[in-house]
């Protein structure tokens, strides 16, 4: 697997396997191919090959945020799923909601890394508060962290894109700023 610096940034090790991620819009991730913003704006099916008895956490994170130049925020929280039972994502435990690309405009190419961590045991949510709804609260995750706080070990399998501003990403932050106004 091309990690193109996946490993060391994000993680330690590169996973084993391969997930097979598919956006309802036919996109589909294959290791650092671009894709557009609009192709990833809706929540994907996520796939590998699973023990049904275990349970999973699945993980996506922008590492380039603003720039992959200058990662201020170092990594941006896409998505964060836990207590998957086997790989039916849909049946684990929802912490951050999935969130489409919006990289900002001028900063070339960000990189979305999903990575899933069989668990020990299952996680106990309750002390997860608030779960992560705002945008401000994606900011400056850190897998390393969750990784050691929840001892989760090394990736069992991941995957990752590459996507760039486009016209979508204007649509996309705007809606987010009318959702965080409701709040």
Same mark, same amino acid.
């Given at each position: ?14 996973? !084993? ?8 819009? #036919? ?6 191919? /671009?894709?557009?913003?609009? /192709? ?7 796939? =590998? ?16 945020? &603003?720039?992959?130049? /200058? ?6 929280? @896409? =998505? ?7 790989? /039916? ?14 990289? &900002? $405009? #001028?900063?070339?190419? @960000? ?6 961590? !069989?668990?020990? #045991? ?22 390393? $962290?969750?990784?050691? !706080? ?13 996507? $760039? ?10 809606? =987010?700023?009318?959702?965080?106004? !409701?709040?």
């Amino acid at each position: 697997m091309d990690t193109s610096g996946i490993v060391p940034d994000i993680i330690d090790v590169i996973p !084993k396997a391969r997930l097979e991620v598919s956006y309802p819009s #036919g996109a589909k991730v294959e290791l650092g191919k /671009e894709i557009t913003p609009i /192709e990833v704006k809706d929540e994907p099916t996520v796939t =590998w090959e699973a023990d049904n008895d275990a349970l999973y956490t699945l993980i996506m994170v922008d590492p380039d945020a &603003p720039s992959r130049a /200058e990662p201020t925020f170092r990594e941006i929280l @896409h =998505w964060l799923v836990v207590n998957i039972p086997g790989n /039916e994502v849909t049946q684990g435990e929802t912490i951050a909601a999935y969130a489409g690309s919006a990289p &900002p $405009q #001028g900063t070339g190419l @960000h990189r979305y890394i999903f990575l899933v961590f !069989k668990q020990a #045991g299952k996680i106990d949510t309750t002390n997860i508060n608030p779960k992560i709804t705002t945008r401000e609260g994606r900011r400056n995750a850190n897998t390393r $962290q969750y990784i050691a !706080k929840y001892n989760l070990g090394e990736p069992v399998a991941g995957n990752f894109y590459q996507a $760039q501003y486009d016209d979508y990403v204007g649509i996309l932050r705007a809606k =987010w700023a009318s959702e965080a106004n !409701k709040a």
